[in-house]
């Protein structure tokens, strides 16, 4: 085969350092935009997005040419340097070390972008750390609690 062909959707999930409630309503969207273009650069389309007050959820068909490694750690260090040009409050901010990155079939892409599209209403009556646990649990991914957070 002359052409190397693939789609690889994936839901990535990752937070602030200590789950810090830090993402303001006024930075989610630009934050959102900036990590589309930087993904865009990667070669990673982004399905969807969202940013919570502590998380980021976004839905993207990964790169063949990168790695899921070097996209997400990436697209973290280029927003946490422009994340903290947006303010003094922001002088501090950090991502957790880790992420959640949880692969999709074709036919889950409606599901997961509606969900993505939904995070106010998933966080009324569930935290951030009860809903990755629940991605670990539906995801078989088999996990120590004392290392996932930081």
Known sequence: MPQSLAKSLIHLVFSTKNREPVLTEAVREPLCAYASAVLRDLDSHVIAMSAWHDHVHIL??????????????????????????????????????????????????????????????????????????SFLKRYEIEFDERYVWD
């Open 60 to 133: 993207l068909v990964l790169s063949k040419n990168h790695s899921l490694a070097q996209v997400v750690m990436e697209v973290k260090r280029a927003t946490s340097k422009w994340i903290k040009t947006q303010g003094k409050e922001f002088a501090g901010f950090h991502w957790q070390n880790g992420y959640g990155a949880f692969s999709i079939g074709q036919s889950g892409v409606e599901e997961v972008t509606k969900y993505i599209a939904n995070q106010a209403e998933h966080h009324r009556a569930k935290s951030f750390q009860e809903e990755f646990r």
